[in-house]
């Protein structure tokens, strides 16, 4: 069992940045990737980005590219979003979520997930 809990989120400016936490319970966080997702008020939950177990390999979706950096540090158990350039779309509730140690964008793959944390983006 893995207990996650995101950390991070807050309001922001248009063109600002925030750094979201995502702290892991359990001895054997570096057996799973990590996802990142987010769900827009009146939306669905959507994919943004995800990393391997040794933070070797990494993806987004196109909309953070370049914008969004994923993250982990195994020693801390805490996998990270920095996200710069910040857009009023952006504006979601953030999850992370613990999966298969592969990069995977489909929801339904990953097997813990935390509470969420709220990001806000203010025109």
């Known amino acids: 069992q893995v207990q996650l809990v995101e950390s991070g989120g807050g309001l922001v400016q248009t063109g600002g940045s925030l750094r979201l936490s995502c702290a892991a319970s359990?001895?054997?966080?570096?057996?799973?990737?990590m996802g990142w997702f987010r769900q827009a008020p009146g939306k669905e939950r959507e994919f943004v980005a995800c990393i391997t177990g040794n933070g070797g390999m990494s993806y987004y979706t196109d909309s953070v590219k370049g914008r969004f950096t994923i993250s982990r540090d195994n020693a801390k158990n805490t996998v990270y979003l920095q996200m710069n350039i910040l857009k009023p779309e952006d504006t979601a509730v953030y999850y992370c979520?613990?999966?298969?140690?592969?990069?995977?964008?489909?929801?339904?793959?990953?097997?813990?997930w935390g509470q969420g944390t709220q990001v806000t983006v203010s025109s």
């Open positions: 359990g001895r054997t966080f570096n057996n799973y990737a």
């Open positions: 979520a613990a999966g298969p140690n592969a990069l995977i964008m489909r929801q339904s793959a990953y097997y813990y």
